[in-house]
């Protein structure tokens, strides 16, 4: 450790640590936070982001199972389907096959590469349209590598239009694919759970196919999800899982979309605990009162289904989050306008609703262009409820520690705040309440015992921390080996 002799002063009592091993006078500052602050004004920045990624965290409440996978991941559970029947095909090039704004059947932008394809599909086109495409598995080392940066938000001058416009096009029949989100889902539990996350609620859509192409029914994919959750890895993660679904709140036909989630949720409520509206804010079709009478008629017939909903997460000022506060959510995603409505806001401090934070996304999509706009800070320390999630990390490169560095490091946090926020994660979250005890008993003690470890020799918990980090934080902060 490169730390040097400090000294503690309070009441007029010095206490000495020797930080060549960080041990740490417990009795002085027992009930204090100067020990973190003392650790943070000492600590390189490995040091920090191992001592967070070491950190018990309670709950990942914004989370978009398709959006949740690596790339690598993608590709890795792609080839694995073979055995099934099911091989995919990529878009690498442009024979001009079509005439010019002709749509392909899939309903995918004809000059968009890397557009994924099903086996049962790629059949279907003619032989112009086949000479595009080539199989996931013959790809050369540089279209292989153009396929993965095509699904993350990692190139100079990407934003949001290069993530809403064309992330999820390109990944489109892979998506479709139950048993490659089955696998990403229970990935994202084992890494999780190495990060010391105890609770996720995750967006997953009950769609699945066969290999001949036919779709296979809602009950039937969440059977195998099921399953899925009942083998060793997954269990043994030690992360419970709770499912939202996901509803695209600008298609033509979201309201009737609505009403048929309203009625799967009902069915499957052991594990469906949400519905969130997803999809950008920016396209006025998917405005929250749009969804207020299908919502009141829900509301009649079904009782206490929870409503995650994005909300404020758009340039300009609206009221967008209190125009989804009225449809009944309590819980918001992203918020980031908030301050523009001061009475939507003045509402929700102190209040029963929630914010999920999700700072490496803003920055990534533009809604702020330095951690210096983020109101984050403001309404973490105004008692607005926040708590702080990944969004879609694996296109983000990221995982929860980043969000947690990313919050200490850019906003000054205090021990009491950090361990705020993982506390709302859990206080927040849609668990039924045996559940919700359960998780934030559990959670009090590790993280109390924790505290006690890290008062006594931080050191100590920096040395047994194995992080592991991603591009987000290798780029923005030079966090690239441990």
């Known amino acids: 450790m490169s730390f040097s002799v400090a000294y503690y002063v309070k009441k007029h009592m010095f ?32 040091e920090l982001y191992s001592f967070l990624y070491a950190m018990p965290k309670g709950g990942d409440l914004h989370n978009h199972l398709s959006g949740a996978a690596f790339p690598e991941w993608w590709y890795e559970f792609a080839l694995a389907q073979k055995s099934r029947g099911f091989t995919y095909y990529t878009k690498v090039k442009i024979n001009n096959c079509k005439p010019y704004g002709a749509p392909e059947f899939t309903g995918n932008p004809y000059l968009l590469m890397f557009v994924n394809l099903q086996n049962t599909n790629y059949d279907k086109l003619s032989d112009c349209e086949k000479s595009e495409y ?57 890494l999780f759970g190495a990060e010391g996350l105890s609770y996720l609620e995750m967006d997953v859509t009950p769609v699945g196919v066969n290999a001949d192409g ?17 083998e060793d890895d997954a269990i043994n993660s030690g992360v419970t899982v709770r499912f939202h679904y996901a509803l695209l709140r600008f298609a033509p036909n979201a309201e009737a979309e609505l009403e048929k989630m309203y009625r799967f949720v009902d069915r499957h409520r052991d594990i469906y605990v949400a519905i969130d509206m ?8 998917g405005h929250p009162l749009r969804f207020l009478p299908t919502l009141r008629k829900m509301r009649s017939q079904y009782p206490d289904i929870e409503l995650s909903i994005h909300a404020g997460e758009v ?32 509402l929700m401090r102190h209040g029963p609703y929630m914010v999920e934070v999700n700072l490496i996304s803003n920055l990534l999509l533009e809604y702020v262009s330095d951690y210096s706009e983020h109101i984050f800070p403001e309404l973490l320390r105004t008692e607005v409820p926040v708590a702080l999630s990944t969004d879609d990390r694996g296109m983000f490169d990221s995982n929860i520690t980043d969000e947690f560095f990313v919050a200490v490091k850019e906003f000054n946090l205090s021990w009491s705040e950090v361990k705020k926020l993982n506390m709302n994660s859990l206080s927040y979250g849609f668990m039924n309440d045996v559940v919700k005890s359960r998780l934030l008993g559990s959670y009090e003690k590790r993280i109390d015992a924790f505290e006690n470890v890290a008062k006594k020799d931080v050191g100590n918990v920096i040395k047994g921390s194995q992080p592991v980090s991603y591009a987000f934080t290798c780029n923005r902060y030079d966090l690239c080996d441990f």
Not at 157 to 172: A, K, P, S, V, Y
Not at 315 to 342: F, M, Q
Request: hydrophobic residues 40%.
């Open 214 to 230: 036919s779709f296979i029914d809602p009950e039937s994919v969440l059977a195998y999800y099921k399953k899925r959750l009942q």
């Open 134 to 190: 080539v199989a996931l598995d013959k790809l050369t080392n540089e279209q292989k590598k153009g396929w993965l940066n095509s699904l993350r938000l990692n190139g100079k001058g990407e934003g949001r239009d290069e993530f809403f416009q064309t992330h999820w096009q390109r990944m489109n029949d892979l998506f479709l694919n139950h048993e490659i989100q089955a696998e990403i889902l229970v990935r994202n539990m084992v």
């Open 315 to 346: 340039d300009e000022p609206n009221h967008h989050i209190r125009n989804t506060l009225l449809l009944g959510a309590n819980r918001i995603g992203h918020g980031v306008n908030l301050l523009s409505d001061p009475d939507t806001f003045l």
């Open 15 to 46: 206490c000495f640590f020797v930080f060549a091993g960080l041990g740490i006078c417990s009795q002085a500052i027992a009930n204090t936070d100067d020990w973190f602050e003392l650790f943070k004004k000492n600590a390189t920045d490995k």
């Open 278 to 285: 997803v999809g950008r804010e920016d396209n006025d079709k």
